[in-house]
């Protein structure tokens, strides 16, 4: 099973940018589609964005469409989550999860492996 490791949170101000990666060990990546979640305090855990195996596919939440790019490098290992236009409302951990399929899901529960997490916190 893949272990999969978020780096990349902070702390930044509204309108910032931040960029999160979550490195894969374990297993070749391109065997799995990746996702973003993120739960935020005393909130469930939500869906952000997804990928396909080889990156064809993508797929946002609403309230994240055209702010946040999902990419991924499979030769490095590496899925990224590009944040722009950051907004006090994105303040929350994100999580990074991968399931051993080709196609993406919105759905937590479609993913067998999830990262420790990273928390960002966006400033008003």
């Known amino acids: 099973q893949v272990r999969l490791v978020e780096s990349g949170g902070g702390l930044v101000q509204a309108g910032g940018s931040l960029r999160l990666s979550c490195a894969a060990s374990g297993g070749p990546i391109r065997n799995y589609a990746m996702g973003w979640f993120r739960q935020a305090p005393g909130k469930e855990r939500e869906f952000v964005a997804t990928?396909?195996?080889?990156?064809?596919?993508?797929s946002y939440a609403d309230s994240v469409k055209g702010r946040f790019t999902i990419s991924r490098d499979n030769t490095k290992g590496t899925v990224l989550l590009q944040m722009n236009s950051l907004k006090p409302e994105d303040t929350a951990v994100y999580y990074c999860?991968?399931?051993?399929?080709?196609?993406?899901?919105?759905?937590?529960?479609?993913?067998?492996?999830w990262g420790q997490g990273t928390q960002v916190t966006v400033s008003s």
């Open positions: 990928i396909s195996w080889i990156g064809s596919t993508t």
């Open positions: 999860a991968a399931r051993f399929v080709t196609y993406g899901s919105t759905r937590e529960y479609d993913y067998n492996s």
